[in-house]
């Protein structure tokens, strides 16, 4: 499976992680099922946002409530990687629900694309999703 995004939005995945790359920043995948639209950038909540991240649940039932109000549909969910690996961590693994959303993983100026699927017993592991940069 292929999904498109712009060069665009790519570098604000790019430019967000760069900012503070200390900490995992995150957000929202917003779009059709083969195309990201827009991107938002949300508070991460976690305990330790060094070594994890929590979308803040504020922002994420807005977007819910948007799609359900005629907006973008919510693709999936974006953070960064302090380490500088945009495969999905273990910890990525434990804490997804295996629900198709897409997942965006940026690390300086790479970003890897993956969707969150059921591996059985109750777990989740990530397909890769190819990502195909657009103007």
């Known amino acids: 499976m292929a999904l498109e995004i712009s060069s665009a939005l790519r570098k604000r995945l790019c430019d967000a992680a760069k900012s503070t790359p200390d900490v995992e ?3 929202l995948v917003l779009g059709t ?3 990201i639209t827009d991107l938002a950038a949300c508070a991460n909540v976690a305990a330790d946002p060094r070594r994890t ?3 803040d649940p504020a922002a994420l039932f ?8 005629g907006g973008a549909p919510l693709l999936g969910y974006w ?3 302090p380490s500088g690996d945009v495969r999905p961590s273990a910890t990525d693994a434990a804490r997804a ?3 198709g959303k897409v997942w965006l993983i940026v690390a300086g100026d790479l970003v890897g694309g993956w ?3 059921p591996a059985g ?3 989740t592991t990530f397909e890769p999703v190819a990502l195909t940069v657009m103007g």
């Open 97 to 99: 629900a295996a629900d």
């Open 33 to 35: 099922p083969d195309r």
């Open 62 to 69: 807005a977007a819910l409530r948007a799609e359900r109000g």
């Open 53 to 55: 991240f929590e979308v």
């Open 25 to 27: 920043v995150c957000g």
């Open 121 to 123: 017993e109750g777990t």
């Open 115 to 117: 969707r969150a699927v």
């Open 79 to 81: 953070h960064s990687h």
